[in-house]
């Protein structure tokens, strides 16, 4: 529980009991999540035996938002707009506002768009660094309605709660002090613009967007616009440029560190103050705050959005005594819960996709798919909590293919990238029609699948801009990406056989979906290439390897060394990524016998790096060996040991949520190991007692009495009362309804097999 009590003798008796009443401790789910999971370098098991630097941080947020919503309203401690660099730092100590955040959440990416305001009790310095005062965490509640913090360093009591494109903030300033609000754009190149309009008492300004992977530095076509409006009457007001401050100007723009400030009458009552944002126009931002907080009342909001999460967060029901366990899963269920984010106004209004100069109209639009990452679990989740939701994201890949005349590979502020590797808003959209998503364009998705997946652009413009997939040339004419082929235009070069064997992967869920739609020649072909994984598996080894066009094998590799064939990790973590035929991967690897002994390997050698994706399968991996008591050894092992609920609770970077998604998955007991088919495994249930509210209005429940750190491993199984020996359970029985029943022991077994 997060109860907050203020004490400072500094303060007057009226500021203190205001304090009390506003951090009052609420019930409800919201409760056991602590925003600031994952702002702290990893303290879990394995942190800093792989990744290092920003690896080492969830790379979260302390966010009040409403769940995939335009902003992530957050506390700042960091003023930038750079390539891997969050907002917020547990570790720091100076506060220096609160941000309308687009920052890609778990990520390496950027902020964007963004503004910032600070209540400020003088105006000797203006920039974020400048006017940063001191805070402590223990004088700060984080959730994902409400965030509140004492600033030691003016006094200033600071609270936020919000919605999706808009938010409100009450401060509460000394008696006796100014009551400054600052504003800043936050533009790292200099081209934001901000004014005052004193007779509307509004504060309005822009902040052009730039790309950072294809066409670094070059603009985007859109920015993020932004209105903050407050009520109480303006003693004074200015603008400054870096330490440079204009008594009595109303505007500023194109320049580096700048903003406006406005002096408000202090009546000794908080200080309401309102702000939205759009990325169409000033105008948008206005409709944005009227429409969802059309009013001042702090408390109002705040209830309105406790009540969007009890019932975003109450779709999965979990039991325990242990409050810990609590904490992780609705932890991470609140990280599965930023991106895709809208970035659609509420009258549907969005700026074209790569271009951003024409506007379109839609009912919910959806962007910042940080593909590579979310496909394997993040979006399986989506598909199973809320399909609607779903089916709109599936439907904005589809509203960019139209737009942009290309199905993008990694879509982030509204633009190509050629950022990681793999074609995976394929299988997102196979994953979700597959499992019976289908309220979006199938056959226009269909189109843009297959055109990523057999042709390449026109033009080298193209191209370089992040249109289709890398290399694709090479892996059609090969059946695998060889060495030769360095892969310049992309912001991840070489990595070859990881390409070819995400490629292969892509290819067998697009394959799915061409059964489906009865086009059986491309069903054939795709399926053929997808076992192109067998082309860079050597078998001398039993491990992918980089290979040549000539055919031979890179020679004296060290399968547990990273290398420059392998995205983010060494050959030992890259090997398994077949997730659509582990008995053909096995098979590539000379037997049951042999893969066994690599996965033991992995895990008993202390090799597994659960801080990175393309591993998040392997420990499913033993059901497909025959040996199901393992994969519920080493899943709780995982949950225990690289998920905490403190600051540092995160082994990696969350990763747009993925991270977080596998949690909530393996906790319940089973596990989308391979997108694109309608099929989970099954793991070890961490809850003993576990329902899942469904969209269609069923609900299936997870019984598992006795479950565990010790009693981990499964005797026996029922669905709905009948035995059960498989170690799959269909993504049909779980939407149906139902009951699964697991018997758990303290003693290894291979069932369910």
């Known amino acids: 529980m997060f109860a907050y009590i203020v004490v400072l003798t500094s303060m007057t008796i009226g500021l203190l009991s205001c304090s009390q009443r506003h951090n009052a401790e609420q019930d409800g789910l919201c409760q056991y999540v602590d925003t600031r999971v994952g702002t702290a370098a990893s303290t879990m098991l394995t942190a800093g035996r792989f990744g290092k630097g920003s690896e080492e941080y969830g790379q979260t947020l302390p966010a009040v938002l409403e769940p995939n919503g335009m902003n992530f309203w957050t506390a700042q401690t960091q003023h930038t707009e750079l390539k891997c660099k969050a907002p917020y730092y547990y570790a720091d100590s100076l506060l220096q506002g609160f941000r309308n955040s687009h920052w890609i959440v778990g990520g390496c990416t950027q902020d964007y768009g963004s503004m910032t305001l600070f209540p400020a009790t003088n105006i000797t310095r203006c920039t974020p660094q400048g006017r940063a005062v001191s805070f402590s965490h223990n004088d700060e509640t984080a959730r994902p309605d409400y965030y509140s913090v004492m600033l030691e360093g003016n006094g200033v009591f600071a609270e936020m709660t919000g919605k999706s494109r808009s938010a409100i903030f009450r401060f509460t300033y000394p008696a006796d002090s100014c009551a400054y609000l600052i504003v800043n754009p936050n533009s790292d190149e200099g081209e934001g613009?901000?004014?005052?309009?004193?007779?509307?008492?509004?504060?309005?300004?822009?902040?052009?967007?730039?790309?950072?992977?294809?066409?670094?530095?070059?603009?985007?076509?859109?920015?993020?616009?932004?209105?903050?409006?407050?009520?109480?009457?303006?003693?004074?007001?200015?603008?400054?440029?870096?330490?440079?401050?204009?008594?009595?100007?109303?505007s500023v723009y194109k320049k580096k560190n700048i903003g406006v400030y406005v002096q408000l009458r202090n009546a000794g009552q908080p200080i309401i103050v309102r702000a939205a944002s759009s990325f169409v126009s000033i105008d948008g931002a206005r409709r944005n705050l009227d429409v969802e907080i059309p009013h001042t009342?702090?408390?109002?909001?705040?209830?309105?959005?406790?009540?969007?999460?009890?019932?975003?967060?109450?779709?999965?029901?979990?039991?325990?005594?242990?409050?810990?366990?609590?904490?992780?899963?609705?932890?991470?269920?609140?990280?599965?819960?930023?991106?895709?984010?809208?970035?659609?106004?509420?009258?549907?209004?969005?700026?074209?996709?790569?271009?951003?100069?024409?506007?379109?109209?839609?009912?919910?639009?959806?962007?910042?798919?940080?593909?590579?990452?979310?496909?394997?679990?993040?979006?399986?989740?989506?598909?199973?909590?809320?399909?609607?939701?779903?089916?709109?994201?599936?439907?904005?890949?589809?509203?960019?293919?139209?737009?942009?005349?290309?199905?993008?590979?990694?879509?982030?502020?509204?633009?190509?990238?050629?950022?990681?590797?793999?074609?995976?808003?394929?299988?997102?959209?196979?994953?979700?029609y597959i499992k019976g998503v289908r309220n979006f364009d199938i056959y226009t998705a269909y189109e843009a699948m297959r055109k990523n997946a057999f042709e390449q652009p026109d033009t080298y413009e193209e191209y370089a801009n992040g249109m289709g997939r890398r290399a694709l040339r090479s892996y059609i004419s090969y059946g695998y990406i060889p060495l030769e082929d360095s892969v310049r235009e992309a912001y991840h070069q070489r990595e070859q056989t990881s390409r070819t064997l995400e490629y292969a992967y892509d290819d067998f869920c697009l394959a799915q979906v061409a059964n489906l739609l009865g086009e059986k020649d491309d069903y054939k072909l795709l399926m053929q290439r997808s076992e192109n994984y067998r082309n860079v598996i050597d078998a001398n080894t039993g491990y992918a390897n980089g290979r040549y066009a000539d055919g031979h094998y890179l020679e004296d590799t060290n399968p547990y060394s990273f290398a420059f064939y392998i995205t983010e990790g060494a050959p030992c973590h890259y090997t398994w990524y077949v997730p659509h035929n582990p008995k053909g991967l096995m098979e590539a690897m000379g037997g049951r016998e042999k893969?066994?002994?690599?996965?033991?390997?992995?895990?008993?050698?202390?090799?597994?790096?659960?801080?990175?994706?393309?591993?998040?399968?392997?420990?499913?991996?033993?059901?497909?060996?025959?040996?199901?008591?393992?994969?519920?050894?080493?899943?709780?092992?995982?949950?225990?040991?690289?998920?905490?609920?403190?600051?540092?609770?995160?082994?990696?970077?969350?990763?747009?949520?993925?991270?977080?998604?596998?949690?909530?998955?393996?906790?319940?007991?089973?596990?989308?190991v391979c997108p694109g088919t309608p099929y989970y495994y099954i793991g070890t249930p961490t809850f003993e007692h576990a329902t899942i509210k469904l969209e269609n209005g069923n609900t299936f429940t997870i019984i598992a009495p006795g479950a565990s750190k010790e009693n981990c491993y499964i005797e026996s199984v029922t669905l709905n009362g009948k035995a059960y020996n498989d170690y799959k359970i269909s993504h049909k029985d779980i939407m149906n309804g139902g009951t699964i029943k697991f018997k758990m022991t303290n003693t290894p077994n291979n069932a369910p097999r």
């Open 595 to 672: 893969f066994i002994e690599k996965l033991d390997t992995l895990f008993e050698q202390n090799l597994y790096w659960h801080g990175n994706e393309p591993c998040h399968q392997i420990a499913y991996l033993y059901n497909d060996a025959g040996e199901a008591w393992k994969v519920q050894k080493y899943v709780r092992h995982i949950l225990d040991t690289e998920y905490g609920d403190k600051p540092g609770g995160l082994a990696g970077n969350d990763d747009a949520g993925q991270m977080s998604a596998w949690y909530v998955f393996s906790s319940l007991g089973f596990y989308p």
């Open 297 to 432: 009342n702090f408390d109002e909001t705040r209830k309105e959005l406790a009540n969007i999460w009890e019932h975003h967060l109450g779709r999965i029901e979990v039991e325990t005594s242990d409050t810990v366990h609590l904490r992780k899963f609705y932890g991470s269920l609140y990280r599965t819960s930023f991106l895709p984010r809208t970035i659609n106004d509420i009258d549907g209004q969005y700026p074209a996709f790569s271009s951003g100069k024409t506007i379109h109209t839609t009912r919910t639009y959806y962007d910042d798919f940080s593909m590579w990452d979310t496909y394997r679990a993040l979006h399986p989740l989506l598909v199973l909590l809320s399909p609607t939701k779903s089916s709109e994201m599936m439907q904005s890949l589809v509203n960019k293919y139209e737009q942009g005349g290309w199905l993008p590979i990694f879509p982030c502020w509204n633009s190509y990238t050629a950022a990681m590797i793999g074609d995976h808003c394929t299988a997102a959209i196979c994953d979700a």
């Open 193 to 250: 613009y901000i004014e005052l309009d004193t007779l509307q008492k509004e504060i309005r300004g822009y902040n052009p967007i730039h790309r950072i992977y294809q066409g670094k530095g070059l603009p985007t076509g859109h920015a993020g616009h932004f209105v903050v409006k407050f009520t109480d009457e303006i003693v004074s007001f200015g603008t400054y440029e870096n330490d440079t401050i204009t008594e009595g100007n109303i």
